[in-house]
């Protein structure tokens, strides 16, 4: 998106309508083998996660002045647990008035040993 970026001159917008009490929107990017290709067929895959336990996470975000309440926002981590079974980690919220500023930063907890295989931004409202 062009323009609201301290640094820069463009950002990656993130639009959502969150209806209902319990509403999430959540983006986020792989930082290993996603969910649909642990089953892939063919040929084996191996790979090693980018993100590990210990590492610091930090975002900037700006939230757009014409939203009507403010905003939840944390960053997350998933896992592979049990069973390859996906598990959420969440930072912690902060709350982000209409067109503010706001830095998260957040050191990954400790997995368990638990390969991280995506990390994103989690926003909700009250």
């Known amino acids: 998106m062009e323009g609201h970026s301290r640094n820069g001159q463009r950002s990656l917008?993130?639009?959502?309508?969150?209806?209902?009490?319990?509403a999430i929107a959540r983006v986020a990017t792989p930082t290993f083998i996603p969910?649909?290709?642990?089953?892939?067929?063919?040929?084996?895959?191996?790979a090693s996660p980018?993100?590990?336990?210990g590492q610091t996470l930090r975002a900037s975000l700006g939230t757009d002045r014409t939203n009507k309440f403010p905003v939840l926002c944390r960053l997350f981590v998933r896992t592979y647990g049990p069973g390859d079974a996906a598990t959420l980690n969440s930072g912690p919220a902060v709350s982000i008035d209409a067109g503010a500023d706001a830095d998260l930063t957040?050191?990954?907890?400790?997995?368990?040993?638990?390969?991280?295989?995506?990390v994103g931004l989690e926003v909700t409202s009250a």
Not at 36 to 45: F, H, N, R, V
Not at 50 to 53: A, G, N, T
């Open 13 to 22: 917008a993130i639009s959502y309508d969150l209806r209902g009490p319990d």
């Open 106 to 118: 957040w050191r990954v907890p400790d997995s368990g040993g638990e390969p991280i295989f995506a």
């Open 35 to 46: 969910p649909e290709g642990i089953a892939m067929p063919g040929y084996a895959l191996y």
């Open 50 to 53: 980018i993100l590990h336990s």
